[in-house]
């Protein structure tokens, strides 16, 4: 008898967001191994996925905090005062979140705990409203599953984040409930696992380890490149948002530094920004400017231009923090895997992304090393040279460990665990 799984998600949006990709892929794996899925979201438009009953909640406007959300708005337009550090340090959360919240809590109460084995809520951000719906309906605690993809309060980032949200305190005992009230705590990394349980016991004795999803029937039919792409060059690509913490300065002045020891590379190599990159500018593209070689995108592009270049490329990066850990899966990694080219890890040697690659995984360096970098990007560049149809990342491992048949078990164990 086929698994019922109902999924309280934030969004199924791919355009959206990381989150959106994330959420999409996951939900797209579990429907592959026929499980019986009902999913309802709040990415305020339709989202169709095949095999999944999708359903879009609608917003309450007869909520009092609808009401209330609103008439700060005016307020704020008139009087050009932003209270909403204000309200959140004194409540907790917004008025629109709490709005959201119940929004989706009265959806949930249309369906019986009786007709499914597992409830899954899944988020984004820094937002866990679909966490906070859940707590309060507590006649589907037994069989709630709460994904945890990233810390949560912000305070609890490691370090160099240093956010610190307004209404700390009433977020940390929020989230606390949460791991205290559901019956499993999702993770994409062990490490983020590991990392949450310092904070409260309840987040490490539930982990249940659900890796990002590869994404699924992203690529077909898409044979264009875009025009920025030269497609017989050296192509090393960084995709996704750069933000603050993620510096590619560093990265750029390796780049230079390996094609001015190298001078005769040069006009077949080529390193692409690609993503939002707000934070950096206007410096990043100044500098890019004077380097015909790097190319900068103009902002966000659309998720199946991204996968597609993603195989295309001869190296993809992962670029995270200076710091001493990450115990973030980047999202777009099970990507990558299917991708199936190299990928030059920037990043901590304690980091998730490390820990999946291998201790004996050459192509790897800390992301403000300049000199390592280039020394990769140069190894990286002969390696292709040699063997340019035969130069791909070639790891099983990683290929099972992110497919849907691993995820199909670990659900499937989930359930062995009610019955």
């Known amino acids: 008898m086929s698994l019922k799984i109902l999924i309280l998600a934030e969004t199924l949006d791919v355009d959206s967001s990381s989150a959106g990709k994330a959420q999409n892929a996951f939900i797209k794996s ?14 305020y438009k339709e989202i169709n996925i095949k095999n999944v009953q999708t359903i879009l909640i609608k917003e309450n406007r007869l909520d009092i905090y609808y009401v209330l959300s609103r008439f700060q708005r005016i307020f704020q337009r008139m009087t050009k005062l932003n209270i909403s550090r204000f309200l959140e340090t004194r409540f ?76 700390s305190a009433q977020k940390e005992q929020f989230f606390k409930q949460v791991a205290l009230k559901a019956r499993w705590l999702g993770y994409p990394s062990q490490l983020l696992s590991e ?23 992203i690529t077909e039919n898409i044979n264009v490149l875009p025009d920025y792409f030269e497609k017989d060059k ?71 231009e991204v996968i597609q270049i993603e195989t295309k490329a001869s190296v993809n990066i992962i670029l995270e923090a200076v710091s001493e850990i990450s115990p973030f899966l980047p999202a777009k990694f099970p990507g990558l895997v299917k991708a199936n080219r190299p990928i030059l890890h920037l990043g901590p040697e304690h980091s ?9 995984y050459e192509y790897v360096a800390v992301a403000d090393d300049i000199l390592t970098i280039s020394d990769k990007l140069l190894l990286l560049y002969k390696e292709w040279k040699m063997n340019n149809s035969h130069f791909y990342l070639n790891n099983p491992e990683l290929q099972y460990y992110f497919s849907s048949e691993n995820f199909e078990k670990i659900i499937k164990g989930l359930k062995r665990m009610i019955s």
């Open 195 to 217: 990392w949450m349980g310092q904070f409260d016991s309840s987040f490490i004795e539930k982990v249940v380890i659900l890796p990002h999803q590869i994404p699924k029937n």
């Open 92 to 167: 907790g959360f917004s008025y629109t979140f709490r709005n959201d919240v119940n929004s989706m809590a009265k959806t949930l109460k249309l369906e019986k705990p009786a007709n499914y084995d597992i409830l899954i809520t899944l988020s984004r951000g820094a937002s866990y409203r679909t966490h906070a719906a859940l707590l309060k309906l507590p006649k589907w605690h037994k069989k709630w599953l709460a994904y945890i993809h990233d810390p949560y309060p912000f305070h609890w980032y490691p370090k160099p984040y240093k956010w610190l949200q307004a209404g």
């Open 352 to 360: 998730e992304s490390r820990r999946l690659l291998g201790s004996d």
């Open 234 to 304: 050296f192509t090393v690509l960084h995709a996704g948002n750069l933000l603050a913490q993620r510096n590619p300065f560093p990265l750029i002045e390796a780049w230079v530094n390996f094609l001015d020891k190298n001078p005769e590379v040069k006009d077949e190599c080529q390193l692409l920004l690609i993503g939002p990159a707000s934070y950096h500018q206007p410096k990043l593209s100044h500098i890019c400017t004077n380097a015909p070689s790097i190319f900068v995108s103009d902002g966000y592009r659309p998720q199946k």
């Open 30 to 43: 579990l429907a592959a191994e026929d499980f019986d899925i009902k999913a309802y979201h709040y990415s």
